[in-house]
């Protein structure tokens, strides 16, 4: 069994991800079952996704500590899904920070910083993924959710190779968005692989 939680914020394309994960797998033969958990109705409420691969999946909520890998698309929304990660599991995290609506309006400050901190100490086994640098390479803001997906799949937890999500991407993605989404999850498995070298 291969329990995968995907969280951040709304807009950023979660949803999308989890669903390329699932048709990966389900191109595989596997079994699927995948739930999500939405905050506010709106772009920047909180969106976990549960996505559970295996043999025989009963139930599409991962349960606290068992997750193989929490890919978080928001340093904050990585660290609240933690309770979810099971002892040296991964987690992949974009170290883009995005300011919550309730820090905008109180005016305080929030850049990611303290949370990628809090992560760096209490997870063994991270990822930290420069957003930033892969979305300019791409030259688009909207190609993160695909990056991360790249950052995964050359991570090795999910076993599923990069030729099958490309497939994946190729089946489910308007054809004139397929090129960009190829770049960035090449870009995004570039990124991991340098950095286990």
Not at 8 to 25: F, H
Not at 77 to 106: F, H, M
Not at 120 to 136: E, G, P, T
Request: some cysteine; overall charge neutral; charged content about 20%.
């Amino acid at each position: 069994m291969m329990n995968c939680i995907l969280a951040g914020v709304g807009g950023q394309g979660i949803i999308l991800a989890s669903k390329l994960i699932a048709q990966s797998a389900m191109n595989k033969g596997l079994n699927v079952r995948t739930a999500e958990t939405i905050g506010m109705a709106q772009r920047g409420g909180c969106v976990v996704s549960h996505v559970r691969i295996g043999e025989e999946v009963h139930s599409p909520l991962i349960p606290l500590k068992s997750a193989d890998v929490i890919i978080g698309f928001e340093p904050a929304e990585a660290v609240r899904c933690l309770g979810y990660l099971k002892e040296n599991g991964t987690v992949i995290v974009s170290q883009k920070a995005i300011k919550p609506v309730t820090v905008s309006l109180a005016g305080d400050d929030y850049d990611g910083s303290e949370m990628l901190f809090f992560l760096r100490k209490n997870v063994s086994n991270l990822i930290i993924v420069d957003s930033d640098s892969i979305c300019a390479v791409c030259d688009s803001p909207k190609v993160l959710n695909i990056a991360l997906l790249g950052a995964v799949v050359a991570s090795g937890v999910l076993a599923i190779s990069l030729a099958e999500m490309e497939v994946t991407i190729k089946q489910n993605l308007p054809e004139k968005f397929v090129a960009v989404n190829l770049q960035a999850l090449r870009v995004g498995a570039q990124a991991v692989l340098k950095e286990n070298k």
